[in-house]
């Protein structure tokens, strides 16, 4: 998520939408008492400093014991070096906003950041970016089963989603996007980008908003593969597999027309 006074919007952060590689473009146009909590190490490795207010609030947790709050310090003033700081600033930020946007603030559910901004939801402009369900979810297997010797197949990664079995903490704790940018089951959201038409939508979203982009975003999470011949192995939809993410993500795929898989 990421709040902007200085252009006046909300952009909401859905998962495996390109969302850590938009917010660490974005985070190059936000003034200095704007807030950042998604794509922050994509930013930081892009060479994009965190904006004042993102560095001020990591060091404002309270209640916390005095070895820790002495350990932030050094951390946060850059002693220890440039990267344990940003990583220390991320920690710290995603902590305290956890308490006002649940567990993952960077995902944070519109309900949530309606309730903790309210001024800033009713009159800035936001927007999201949304995906089809069955690409996504084999996005999500690559991305969740990267660094794992033994992987699960993609079979058992979707059946684990539809019956909430972490899998290891392979499984995403909210695989469902549609909560982060819908209020009662209605869209509550003012732009709605597509994935499928990343660069036009996100183009016009942005000139409505007064930013010049100029194209770029970065590559935010590059996939670590074990070769193509088993990327097209171990992700295949069944019938089964096309009927579960169809139940799973019904709302999205209603809203917005998306189709599975041909068979």
Sequence with gaps: MILSHRHHFIFLHCRKTAGSSISAMLARYLGPEDLQL????????????????TCREAGMLPGRRRLIRMEDR???????GPERRAKRIRKRIHSLYSNRLGPYPYHARAAAVAEAFPDEWSSFAKFCVVRNPWDKAVSDYYWRTRNTDTPPSFEAFVKAMRDGE???????????????YTIDDQIAVDHVIRFENLTEDLGSVLSNLGIAWDGWIPHGKKRVTRGSSDRSAVATYTPELTRIIGDLFEKEIEAFGYEGPSS
């Design 38 to 53: 998604s794509g922050l190490k994509e930013a930081f490795d892009a060479g994009i400093p965190y904006t004042t207010r």
């Design 74 to 80: 050094l951390h946060l003033t850059g002693l220890l």
């Design 166 to 180: 972490p899998l290891g903490g392979i499984v995403p704790g909210e695989p469902d996007n549609w909560p982060l």
